[in-house]
């Protein structure tokens, strides 16, 4: 079984602050990485992709990999209350094969004013 | 417009009927999911299809059959409907990038 594990939370943080959201997953071949958000009893919705180890950033996101230590991470700066979701980590197993994402069962954030 | 539309929206049946969801996509993608979210248990795979002449079980595709009707049409039918199946059930497609794009999905309640 190809596990995505995330720490379900609830992470809290003050608006305006970082949110650090992690996430580790056990298939060493794995080769794409998504974070999605989640609204509740709304559809998750795409954030950021990463395939390659480092960091990358788009607006007030950072998605950090890290492939020798199977963990793949996601900032949030100047936090808002309306980034208080759920965030769904998803690991494509072998972007090659055509795999289907393997999701986690997501963090739960919580930004207070 | 809605670029993955799912229908119906929600969805009340008894123990036993058959059920259909539709999935319909304007993406022009090729890969199509079907997934179920439970709370505490993520969003599990149901069935994929990569084109319209290939369908992959997922996880969970005990009591569930999918139908690929053309690029842009992924049916999901529960022959005969269970309380246990009983969830939200999301559609998604993608390209070769595999960033999903999820319609709004189907609350389905089972009496």
């Known amino acids: 079984q190809k596990e995505v594990e995330q720490n379900s939370g609830p992470l809290s943080v003050p608006e305006g602050a970082i949110a650090s959201l992690n996430c580790t997953y056990s298939?060493?071949?794995?080769?794409?990485f998504f974070w999605y958000r989640q609204y509740s009893g709304k559809s998750p919705e795409l954030i950021m992709s990463i395939y390659s180890n480092g960091d990358k950033e788009d607006g007030r996101f950072t998605a950090q990999l890290n492939k020798a230590s199977q963990y793949v991470s996601l900032l949030i700066r100047d936090s808002q209350p309306s980034d208080s979701a759920t965030y769904l980590c998803?690991?494509?197993?072998?972007?090659?094969?055509?795999?289907?994402?393997?999701f986690g069962k997501g963090t739960s954030l919580l930004v207070t004013p | 417009d809605a670029d993955v539309t799912q229908t119906p929206r929600n969805r009340i049946t008894k123990t036993g009927k058959r059920i259909m969801l539709e999935c319909s996509q304007t993406?022009?993608?090729?890969?199509m999911y079907w997934y179920r979210q439970d709370p505490g248990l993520g969003l599990r795979l149901i069935y994929y299809?990569?084109?319209?002449?290939?369908?992959n079980k997922g996880e969970i595709s005990d009591g569930y059959s999918v139908s690929r009707q053309a690029q842009a049409k992924f049916s999901l039918s529960l022959e005969s409907a269970i309380p246990n199946q009983t969830a939200l059930y999301f559609c998604a497609t993608s390209d070769y990038k595999l960033e999903q794009f999820f319609g709004p999905g189907t609350r389905l309640t089972v009496l």
């Open positions: 993406k022009g993608h090729d890969r």
């Open positions: 299809s990569f084109d319209v002449k290939d369908i």
């Open positions: 298939d060493r071949g794995s080769q794409s």
């Open positions: 998803a690991v494509n197993p072998n972007s090659n094969s055509g795999y289907a994402l393997n």
